[in-house]
Structure formats: C-alpha cells, structure tokens
C-alpha cells in the first residue's frame, strides 16, 4: 500500500491561488486513477479532480472546472493541485488518494488531509 502525504494548504483570499503536493512513498504512483477530494466543514467528503494513468487524462467536478488542474511529476512521484480563483465555498480540508474508484469516494489510500481556508 502506498503511503501518501499531502502539504501546501493554508489561508488565502478570495481569488488568490495555492498549489497541494500530494507525494508517495512506498510504491510508485503508477495508477490507475489518482485523485484530489475534499471535505467542507459539516460536510461529506466530495469528489475534486483525478487523473488516470498513464494516459494523463484529467476530470473534474464542475464546482472546479476551468479553475484547477490536476497534474502528476513522474519523476518527483508526485501529485499536484494548482487551484486558481480560490472562492470562500471551496475551504475544506483537502485530501489526496491513490487507487481511486471512478465514481465513488472510494480510494485504496489517502493522505492525511491538508487545510484550505479562503476568506472572502
């Protein structure tokens, strides 16, 4: 099983950009489908983003689309989340998996989680 840490939350404003790392240990990242979900406060967890390997084909939730990009470095064994034009409703905690079950807010590993806080 792969262990995975993510890092690169924190508190922002409204518009502004942070970038998560996700990265890997104990295995490669070598798929099928890594991916980025979250947690609102009193809220379930919900879907974010993911990306299929190898191909690099990404999707997302519509809540995000056109405003963060899920990418991988191979090299880096390393998972990404650039998100842009941050608004107050995506403050949540932010976490990364592996082994993702398309569909489902199911993975065969998760991160620990990472805090996003975006103040309006």
């Known amino acids: 099983q792969v262990q995975l840490v993510e890092s690169g939350g924190g508190l922002v404003q409204a518009g502004g950009s942070l970038t998560l790392s996700c990265t890997a240990s104990g295995r490669t990242f070598s798929g099928p489908v890594l991916g980025w979900f979250r947690q609102p406060p009193g809220k379930d967890r919900e879907f974010v983003a993911h990306i299929q390997l190898p191909s690099g084909v990404p999707f997302y939730s519509d809540s995000v689309k056109g405003r963060f990009t899920i990418s991988t470095d191979k090299a880096k064994n390393t998972l990404y989340l650039q998100m842009n034009s941050l608004k107050p409703e995506d403050t949540a905690v932010y976490y990364c998996?592996?082994?993702?079950?398309?569909?489902?807010?199911?993975?065969?590993?998760w991160g620990q989680g990472t805090q996003v806080t975006v103040s309006s």
């Open positions: 998996a592996a082994d993702v079950v398309l569909g489902q807010v199911v993975a065969g590993s």
